[in-house]
């Protein structure tokens, strides 16, 4: 009821009701008590008329005179109130009655209870009549209370209405005044809380007139109005940051909504597409950048992810063509991401200007291309070449045998038939041509090997390096006797290898080791497999012989390349290219380490059967 009014004349209408309020139940609790108070005056009245009439009327009962009686009951008619009495006596009998004119039928047949009781609007009752203890008959009177209630009533009424009408103009004067140390807090309030609606300023803040409830509600408003102030500034830095961020990115990004119109455009959309930000906002995405034979598919994809929650080309990259403003059409990739907020779905689409790219991947493409015939080209020129080298190497190490054979048979001839012929520095010649053809040989058995190697078909199967690195220390035992050498043996596999070709790369490896611990007594020469995060499986064959120089070590498995002087360790200067060569056609790969005086330790690594060529 008071919900739509105005508080000021809500408050007033209130106090207005309570006091009225108030007022009706003070006026009702003063009429209850005084109609009390009339009931026990009106009865004590008549009780006290009766006990008189009562007291006259004894010698009229005591005499029989009816007389007398009905004199005695005519004074009544002093008491207007009263409309009828009788006198009956001892027997019950009906002695006299007041009015005279008063039916018989319309009192009391015989006397009833003693006392006085209110029935409606009468008050009647039966008071006795006694002389010196004797009851000589009973008094009947019965009072009119009506009339004077009614009187009563209508005078207190008056009264109670003149109070009140008195009171609620007291009541509304003061409620005026009252109303505005309440209401003018509340609507200050109120006028703040419109100001900062309608300007959206929420720096403004309410003024505390008091530490009463309203003083609490305006502390309540202006620490509302401080978080509101601070989120909103923390919201307009987000949204400036994201802005910039946007902008500054490289790549167009658009967002529409589910009908698909643009309600955000960055400004590498702008300059990739020529459509400015106040252009775009509320267009429809398909009918500005979308070539117009794939709209119907994009609004159909959209659709489909409406209804169903699904789509092929969300949270993917994809590539597809654009449309610039002046209609030209260009490759771009897209990536559409789905935003739901307050349960607002968007799409936020992320377009890269790939023309560039793609142009660069055409000139690799045919880039690729050129160089994969060149290299078709040069590597047919250089199996040609290599095929040349390896007949030229072969034949020239196999037609070089037989001089030297030659050579080396006459010499010793000559020392044997005409030594004592031959000075001393004679026989020092031929020794020096002896062992020279002898060295000669042994390069022409490496050349022979290497070039083996190099052509020979690679056969696999399982290999054993255990037994084989066993079968090898035997072999270079018988062959150094006298050699103090300790050989520690580490795990071995079985691998998957051309066992010759395996064969030859631990003698290599171990006659390499033998032959440069030579100062060393005892010699101690290690071997074994290891297991490299970075490398696999590792084998190595580690010595504490003279050992080398780490700058130099990209020379040790090259062809004719010694890091010792002949006089010191011989050799041709092969075997560790054989081994570098036999392990790069089994797929692996070699490297050294090592340090002068302290040994030094070479690598191979081998692949497992899957990764075999």
């Not at 008071?2 to 007022?23: A, D, E, F, H, Y």
């Not at 009339?38 to 009865?43: D, G, I, Y």
Request: proline letters at 4%.
């Amino acid at each position: 009821m008071l919900r739509n009014i105005p508080i000021r004349q809500k408050l007033i209408l209130i106090i207005l009701m309570i006091s009225g309020v108030v007022m009706l139940l003070t006026h009702g609790a003063f009429f209850t008590y005084e109609y009390l108070v009339f009931r026990r005056t009106t009865l004590r009245q008549l009780s006290t008329l009766g006990e008189m009439l009562a007291a006259n009327s004894t010698a009229a009962l005591a005499f029989d005179n009816p007389d007398d009686a009905r004199e005695i009951l005519a004074a009544l008619k002093a008491e207007q109130h009263v409309v009828a009495a009788a006198l009956y006596d001892g027997k019950g009998q009906l002695f006299a009655r007041y009015p005279d004119h008063a039916s018989p039928a319309a009192l009391p047949a015989a006397p009833g209870e003693t006392g006085y009781r209110f029935a409606d609007a009468r008050l009647a009752g039966y008071q006795p009549v006694m002389q010196d203890g004797r009851r000589l008959g009973t008094l009947y009177l019965e009072f009119d209370t009506g009339v004077i209630l009614r009187a009563w009533l209508w005078d207190s009424l008056e009264i109670a209405l003149a109070v009140m009408a008195i009171v609620l103009l007291v009541a509304y004067g003061l409620s005026r005044s009252l109303q505005k140390q309440i209401s003018s807090p509340i609507l200050a309030l109120a006028e703040t809380a419109r100001a900062i609606s309608e300007r959206r300023d929420y720096s403004v803040r309410a003024v505390k007139l008091g530490d009463d409830e309203v003083g609490f509600l305006t502390d309540a408003l202006n620490l509302m109005l401080g978080q509101i102030h601070e989120q909103n500034q923390a919201l307009q830095e987000s949204e400036g940051r994201l802005r910039a961020v946007l902008n500054a990115a490289l790549s167009a990004v658009t967002v529409i909504d589910t009908a698909g119109r643009i309600i955000d455009w960055n400004a590498r959309a702008e300059k990739m597409f020529g459509w400015s930000r106040a252009e775009v906002l509320g267009q429809e995405l398909a009918h500005l950048i979308i070539p117009s034979r794939h709209r119907e598919a994009h609004r159909r994809g959209m659709g489909h992810f409406l209804s169903t929650g699904e789509g092929p080309v969300l949270n993917r990259t994809v590539e597809m063509s654009a449309l610039r403003r002046e209609g030209h059409e260009f490759p771009v990739e897209l990536s559409i991401s789905p935003l739901k907020t307050n349960d607002v779905v968007t799409f936020c689409g992320f377009i890269t200007d790939i023309t560039e790219r793609k142009r660069a991947e055409a000139e690799i493409r045919e880039l690729t291309q050129t160089l994969e015939r060149r290299v078709v080209d040069r590597t047919a020129q250089l199996e040609a070449v290599n095929k040349e080298l390896e007949a030229f190497s072969y034949s020239v190490s196999h037609d070089l045998r037989a001089p030297l054979r030659h050579v080396d048979g006459f010499a010793g001839l000559l020392l044997k038939s005409d030594g004592h012929l031959v000075s001393e520095r004679g026989r020092g010649y031929l020794a020096n041509i002896a062992s020279a053809a002898k060295q000669m040989g042994m390069l022409i058995d490496d050349l022979l090997v290497f070039s083996q190697m190099g052509r020979s078909e690679m056969r696999l199967a399982p290999v054993d390096l255990k037994t084989l690195a066993e079968e090898t220390i035997q072999t270079l035992r018988s062959q150094n006797p006298s050699r103090n050498i300790i050989w520690r043996a580490g795990a071995l596999p079985v691998v998957q290898g051309d066992r010759p070709m395996l064969r030859q790369v631990l003698v290599n490896l171990f006659a390499n080791a033998v032959k440069y611990t030579g100062p060393r007594d005892p010699a101690e020469i290690e071997y074994g497999c290891t297991d490299d995060p970075a490398n696999g499986r590792v084998f190595f064959v580690r010595d504490n012989g003279v050992g080398f120089e780490m700058a130099y070590a990209h020379k040790l498995f090259g062809v004719f390349q010694r890091l010792h002087r002949a006089e010191e360790f011989e050799g041709t200067g092969i075997g560790l290219a054989n081994v570098r060569r036999i392990i790069t056609r089994h797929g692996g790969r070699t490297w050294a380490e090592g340090e002068p005086g302290r040994g030094a330790t070479f690598y191979f690594t081998l692949p497992s059967t899957k990764e075999l060529p």
